[in-house]
């Protein structure tokens, strides 16, 4: 990926992406190369352009958000999209990630947490809004008794944290010195244990799990934080 991170973004409000294209515009290392109103023109120019980012709304005219990001992760892989929306639905959450957003951040985020989420999914991490990601989790595990990463051994905890960072099997298995296959087994042993039925699932636990472990800060956090 280029040194710097060239992004679209895409709203059907005008005023509001005005303000979304000066706070990133305003960030070294950012470049705002398009603007699109319309999912069908977001796709159009993540085919021209291939950006890093594409920030995309759920609720867009015509195909709309959830459709946008399967045409754009199928045709181009290179483009991480980065959801940006008022949408607060666990299920329009999971359909977005399901879909391969790489992040869901709420409209509403101080510039510098919108900042933050660029630069961790352009990193190649999974990146949720952090009380959506809670909910999520919350609704997925409520219903099992105890905690599920109990159940894990201290190499699928290897495993499950460094997913949460956003490694592959193979850079996984590297990391670990281990083989991409055997990545693979550990791998399948933690959808399992944690009941979750993808990756993207597994890294919001090991994502939350990092959160909850964070110290508290002596003074008011950020509203998003890596």
Known sequence: MSEVVTIVVTDDHPLFRQG?????T?????????EAGTGE??????????P???????GMPGAGGIATIEQVTAACPLTRVLMLTVSESPDDLMQALKAGARGYVLKGVASHGLI???RAVTAGEVFVTPVLASTILYEMTHDEPGDPLDELTE??????????????????GERLFLAEKTIKHYMTNVLQKLHVRSRVEAALVALQRRLDNEPEPSTVPPEITP
């Open 20 to 24: 979304v294209v000066q706070t990133l």
């Open 155 to 172: 190499r699928e905890r290897q495993v499950l944290q460094l997913l949460g960072e956003g490694l592959t099997n193979r850079e996984i």
């Open 26 to 34: 305003a960030e070294d290392g950012f470049s705002v190369i398009g």
């Open 52 to 58: 890093d980012i594409l920030l995309l709304d759920i």
């Open 116 to 118: 933050a989420a660029v």
């Open 41 to 50: 023109e977001a796709f159009r120019l993540v085919m021209e352009l291939t």
